[in-house]
């Protein structure tokens, strides 16, 4: 089976911007962190506000993580106690910003509307938008997961525009068949879509088919 798990030599990274959803972006790494040879995770300034709020503690449902706040609080810490490397959305001279170093495979999760409007049209001015151009380029995969209710015309047309260019979009929509029981339950339904879309194993949730294989 191709799972990047089974090589471990997958450099992954993780784009979150402003969008809604940082709790899918918390849970994925989590699966992450011990399936590939790195995680890079950089924020959009958005995205660093969003998760603050929706991962606090008072606000959030019990998760058994809080790497995105960790790595937000203490970015050293981060870099020194896991896989995990920072990379500020300004930095334009990182390696992920040239096809010659690009990650293996990229996701941006939460990816807002403005985001995914300025890849489809190949505006590049941050460091997610670059790296996502340079996956395209490359041809490698760039995963991007829109957290969005409802699309307007213009949503539609400039997804449409990024799955024609090579993306794949994997909008954040819950199934509800593996009868799920807790929030966590629905996020992880999400987030086992994207390790799919990786190729990566997970027990999240059992396949729909499993009792007839």
């Known amino acids: 089976m191709n799972q990047l798990s089974e090589q471990n030599t997958s450099r992954v990274l993780v784009?979150?911007?402003?969008?809604?959803?940082?709790?899918?972006?918390?849970?994925?790494i989590a699966q992450l962190i011990p399936k590939v040879s790195r995680i890079?995770?950089?924020?959009?300034?958005?995205?660093?506000?969003?998760?603050?709020?929706e991962l606090n503690p008072k606000r959030c449902c019990k998760?058994?993580?809080?790497?995105?706040?960790d790595a937000l609080r203490n970015p050293?810490?981060?870099?020194?106690?896991?896989?995990?490397?920072?990379?500020?959305?300004?930095d334009l001279f990182t390696p992920v910003a040239s096809g010659t170093a690009a990650a293996t495979h990229m996701v941006i999760v939460p990816s807002s509307m403005g985001t995914i409007g300025r890849i489809a049209h190949g505006v590049s001015a941050n460091l997610i938008e670059r790296a996502a151009d340079?996956?395209?380029?490359?041809?490698?995969p760039l995963l991007v997961c829109p957290r969005e209710s409802p699309f307007n015309t213009i949503h539609l047309r400039n997804m449409l525009e990024l799955s024609q260019a090579g993306a794949h979009l994997i909008p954040m929509m819950p199934g509800f068949y593996h009868h799920p029981q807790t929030i966590l339950d629905t996020v992880d339904f999400c987030v086992g879509r994207i390790l799919e879309s990786l190729k990566i194993s997970h027990e999240l949730y059992r396949p729909w088919t499993e009792s007839r294989l």
């Open 15 to 28: 784009g979150i911007t402003g969008a809604s959803g940082t709790l899918i972006a918390e849970r994925l």
């Open 134 to 140: 340079v996956m395209l380029k490359q041809k490698r």
């Open 40 to 53: 890079y995770l950089c924020f959009t300034d958005a995205g660093k506000a969003v998760a603050q709020f």
């Open 76 to 90: 050293a810490e981060t870099e020194k106690t896991t896989n995990i490397r920072l990379f500020r959305n300004d």
């Open 63 to 69: 998760v058994p993580s809080r790497i995105l706040l």
